[in-house]
């Protein structure tokens, strides 16, 4: 019985680590990144542009943490803080936005 219960709950950490690596492998990391341009594009995204790069990359309206992402980004277009910014791949959609350390 107790083999049982181990075996499920290995299982069960097997299953949640992998999805949590798959889920980091689909982010692409711009680490210590300052914006340089934070613009409404529409109605509903925001234009971001990072460092010196011409890219842009787009942070949607919907996203569950908008407003702290926005409040991050805003700041360090003012303040020159350092970003890390995870954009989901093949989109330039703005996943995550965290302060460098």
Request: proline share 1%; hydrophobic share 40%.
């Amino acid at each position: 019985m107790l083999k049982n219960i181990l075996s499920i709950v290995i299982a069960g950490f097997f299953l949640l680590s992998c999805a949590t690596n798959q889920e980091k492998k689909d982010i692409l990391w711009y680490k210590g990144q300052v914006i340089e341009q934070l613009e409404p594009e529409g109605d509903s995204t925001y234009r971001v542009q990072i460092g010196i790069m011409a890219s842009s990359f787009w942070l949607d309206q919907q996203h569950s943490s908008f407003k702290s992402y926005l409040s991050l980004l805003q700041h360090s277009l003012t303040q020159r803080d350092r970003l890390d910014i995870g954009i989901e791949k093949n989109s330039h959609k703005i996943i995550t936005v965290k302060v460098s350390k």
